[in-house]
C-alpha cells in the first residue's frame, strides 16, 4: 500500500531515501564489469562474442546485422506501426531542430578575428536494450538528435533475442532514424568495444543509451576514455495535484512510472486531501488489471508517496527539492507554474499531457536526468552530440596593443615562457 505523508518535516526523510536509492555502488558489479572491460581490451571481438554466447545467447544469426536485414525489417513491419513510429519521428525532429547551434565570427576594428566552430561528433554509439526490455522509442530519441548535431555516423549495440535474431521493431526503428551499423552484443562488453574499439566494431567517441546495471557500470568507469550521456538510474515521477485533479488520471500515470521496475519511484504532492484519498483508492482499482501488478505494488510500496501539501507553493517546494525525472502538474491553471519548478527533466502541464506523451510522442526528449540530478543535468539533446571550439587571428598591430597586458598578467603569474612567447614578437615589432 502506498504510503500517505503529511508535508510538516516528515516528507524529508522519505525524499533523501527516494534520492539514495540509486547512489549505492554494487562493488560486486563494479569488479565484474572491470573484469570484463579489461578482457575486451585484451581479447577484441573474441571476448565480446564469447560474452554474448555466454550470457544473452549461444547462437547469434549475426555480430553485425546485414543492411538488407534491416531494410528487410523495415518492409515486413506492419504498416500501422510504421506510420506512428514516423509520426514520433516527425514530431521528436521538429523539436530538436529548433535545438541546433551555429558558429560566429567576430571581426574587430584593428583585424583581429575571434569566432566559434559548432560542428557533430565523428562517431557515437548507441547502446539499445534487447529483449523484453526492448524500446523502439529510445532509438529514436537518441539517434535523432544525433543526426541533426552531425554526427556522421552512429553505431548501435543490442543484445540478440534467446533464438539468436534480432528484434525486429529495434530494426524498425533503426532503418527509420539512419543507425548506420548495428552489432549483435550487450552488456559491459558492448560498452567497452564502443569505448576501445576492436578488430570490426569501430571506436566512439560518445555513447549514449539505457542498460541495466552492468551497462551503467560501465559507463561510469569508461566515462573519460569516452563521453556518455548519463548514469541513468531509477525512473521517477512527481504529480502535483490540486482540487480540481482526475484521480483516474493521476493514479494511471503514477502507476505508468512504477511499472518500469521495483526501483521506481512514483509520489504524488496533493493540495487536497479528499483527492489523494481517491487517487490511492484508484491505484489500488486500476492496478487490478495491470500486467505488471506485483512491480508496481513493490515500487509503491517502498518508494512511492502520497504527501499531502498545504498549497501549491509549498507543493513546488517539494518538487524543486526532490527534482524529479518527470513532473506532471495537474492543477487548475498548471502554466503559472512552469517558473516556478526549476529542477526538472521534463515538465508535463494539465491532466491532459500524460508522462507516456513525452515517452514517445510530444517531441522533448525522454532520455532525462534521475535521482535527483536534475538540479544540475539537462535532458539528452542536440548539445549532448557537439562539440565546440574557438578560433583567434590577430594582426601584428593587435598583438602590440595587447601585449602589456599579457606579458603583465603571465608575470603576475609566474609563468614567464608564458610572457617570453609575447615578448619575443614584441621586441620584433618595437625594434
Do not use: W
Not at 258 to 283: G, M
Not at 349 to 354: C, I, Q, T
Not at 362 to 379: D, E, I, Q
Amino acid at each position: 500500500m502506498i504510503r500517505k505523508i503529511y508535508a510538516d518535516g516528515n516528507e524529508i526523510a522519505f525524499l533523501k531515501e527516494v534520492e539514495k536509492r540509486s547512489s549505492e555502488i554494487n562493488v560486486k558489479v563494479e569488479e565484474t564489469v572491470r573484469e570484463i572491460i579489461a578482457d575486451v581490451i585484451q581479447n577484441g571481438d573474441k571476448a565480446v562474442r564469447e560474452y554474448t554466447a555466454k550470457f544473452d545467447c549461444p547462437n547469434c544469426t549475426y555480430y553485425e546485422v546485414p543492411n538488407e536485414v534491416i531494410n528487410q525489417a523495415l518492409t515486413d513491419a506492419d504498416p500501422k506501426l510504421v506510420d506512428a513510429l514516423l509520426n514520433c519521428v516527425e514530431n521528436i525532429t521538429a523539436f530538436h531542430e529548433r535545438q541546433k547551434q551555429n558558429g560566429f565570427i567576430i571581426t574587430n576594428e584593428d583585424g583581429s578575428i575571434i569566432g566559434q566552430r559548432v560542428r557533430g561528433l565523428d562517431r557515437v554509439g548507441l547502446y539499445v536494450p534487447g529483449g523484453t526490455a526492448a524500446y523502439p522509442s529510445s532509438v529514436l530519441m537518441n539517434a535523432i538528435p544525433a543526426k541533426i548535431a552531425g554526427v556522421k555516423e552512429i553505431i548501435m549495440v543490442t543484445p540478440p533475442l534467446k533464438d539468436g535474431t534480432p528484434n525486429k521493431d529495434i530494426l524498425l526503428a533503426a532503418a527509420l532514424c539512419g543507425v548506420d551499423r548495428i552489432f549483435m552484443c550487450g552488456g559491459a562488453q558492448a560498452v567497452a568495444a564502443l569505448a576501445y574499439g576492436t578488430e570490426i566494431i569501430p571506436k566512439v567517441s560518445k555513447i549514449v543509451g539505457p542498460g541495466n546495471i552492468y551497462v551503467a557500470t560501465a559507463k561510469k568507469i569508461l566515462y573519460g576514455v569516452v563521453d556518455i550521456d548519463m548514469i541513468a538510474g531509477p525512473s521517477e515521477i512527481l504529480v502535483i495535484a490540486d482540487q480540481t485533479a482526475n484521480p483516474k488520471y493521476v493514479a494511471a500515470d503514477l502507476m505508468s512510472q512504477a511499472e518500469h521496475d521495483k526501483l521506481a519511484s512514483a509520489v504524488l504532492v496533493a493540495t487536497d486531501e479528499n483527492v489523494a484519498d481517491a487517487v490511492i483508492a484508484e491505484i489500488e482499482r486500476q492496478s487490478a488489471a495491470l500486467s505488471r501488478k506485483e512491480i508496481i505494488d513493490h515500487s509503491l510500496d517502498n518508494y512511492g508517496a502520497v504527501i499531502i501539501a498545504q498549497d501549491m507553493m509549498q507543493a513546488c517546494d517539494i518538487a524543486n527539492m526532490l527534482a524529479p525525472e518527470h513532473l506532471e502538474v495537474v492543477v487548475e491553471n498548471p502554466l503559472e507554474y512552469i517558473g516556478k519548478l526549476d529542477n526538472v527533466g521534463s515538465l508535463f502541464l494539465g491532466e491532459y499531457a500524460p508522462e507516456p506523451l513525452g515517452d514517445y510522442y510530444a517531441g522533448p526528449n525522454h532520455v532525462l536526468p534521475t535521482g535527483g540530478t536534475a538540479r544540475f543535468f539537462s535532458p539528452l539533446s542536440v548539445d549532448s552530440f557537439i562539440k565546440k571550439s574557438g578560433y583567434i587571428y590577430y594582426t601584428k598591430q593587435a598583438l602590440n596593443e595587447a601585449a602589456n597586458d599579457i606579458i603583465l598578467v603571465a608575470e603576475k603569474e609566474q609563468l614567464t615562457a608564458h610572457a617570453n612567447s609575447i615578448k619575443v614578437r614584441v621586441e620584433d615589432m618595437r625594434s
